[in-house]
């Protein structure tokens, strides 16, 4: 089983959408997906139209509940481990406990039969993200194409170098995604440029921008059923080829 954290430290740059649509796009390809939302404004659940459920990631780290008792089914293939409100509560909670920045390796033990687990990781520095990149193998950084988000992923590259130096040991950053790329724009080129300068063929293909990308999510709908010959859905079922077709991970890459 792969675990993949899609991590970046700004706000906007399309991490969640690339979350669901990678994880829709693999389920498709009859691969056993959980995406896992640690991010408290539960925009996973929102994005694929999943309501009504009682409980939520925030009840597996109180104690509350099993992690495997809080997943609900979303499609076909693809479950989820929603997020709420209740995360803030659940993150003060965690400083109380002993090693409490490797509290997932323990709390989400009971999550087995899947190919992926995806987090999708809130856009800050915190307890809930030490945990993610604790858990998982692999981290994907999306980065929008903007002068702010590169300075966001180049923190974010130092900030997990100082968790794998404290944790003695670390996930690998595999890929760098850009996204919202308009050919139209000069800044679009200019930070691809540069991503491809600094981290070289980590850097994905670029995922265009596409106003069906915004708009799937309010009809609870993944970009392959909202528009599946658009844009966004060939990009993104692009990326998921790019991800089966990977090469495993040497030991010393974890």
């Given amino acids: 089983m792969r675990k993949i954290a899609i991590v970046g430290f700004k706000g906007g740059i ?5 979350c669901v649509s990678l994880g829709a796009a693999l389920a498709l390809r009859g691969r056993r997906v959980l995406i896992i939302d640690s991010d408290t404004q539960s925009n996973v659940a929102i994005s694929l139209g999943v309501e009504g459920y009682k409980r939520s990631l925030a ?3 109180m104690r509350a509940a099993k992690a495997e008792d809080c997943v609900v089914p979303a499609r076909e293939n693809l479950n989820i481990l929603p997020s709420s409100m209740d995360l803030f509560k659940a993150q003060q909670r965690l400083v109380m406990e002993m090693a409490r920045d490797v509290l997932f390796q323990e709390m989400l033990a009971g ?3 899947y190919d992926y687990q995806l987090l ?3 856009p800050s520095v915190s307890l809930l993200t030490v945990n993610a990149v604790a858990y ?8 929008s194409m903007e002068m702010l988000a590169l300075a966001g992923a180049r923190n974010f590259m130092r900030y997990l170098r100082e968790i794998s130096r404290l944790l003695g040991r670390g996930a690998a950053i595999r890929l760098i995604i850009p996204t919202f790329y308009d050919p139209r724009r000069r800044v679009s080129a200019k930070v691809l440029h540069i991503l491809l300068q600094e981290y070289g063929d980590r850097v994905t293909h670029p995922i265009r921008i596409d106003t069906k990308l915004s708009e799937a999510p309010g009809e609870g709908q993944t970009i392959f059923e909202y528009s599946p010959r658009g844009r966004g859905a060939a990009d993104y079922a692009k990326l998921a080829d790019l991800v089966e077709e990977m090469p495993p991970l040497s030991p010393e890459g974890y």
């Fill in 111 to 113: 999550l087995t039969g």
């Fill in 136 to 143: 998982v193998q692999e981290v994907f950084i999306p980065v």
């Fill in 120 to 122: 999708d990781c809130a």
């Fill in 59 to 61: 009840d597996v780290l």
């Fill in 14 to 18: 399309g991490k969640t959408t690339t």
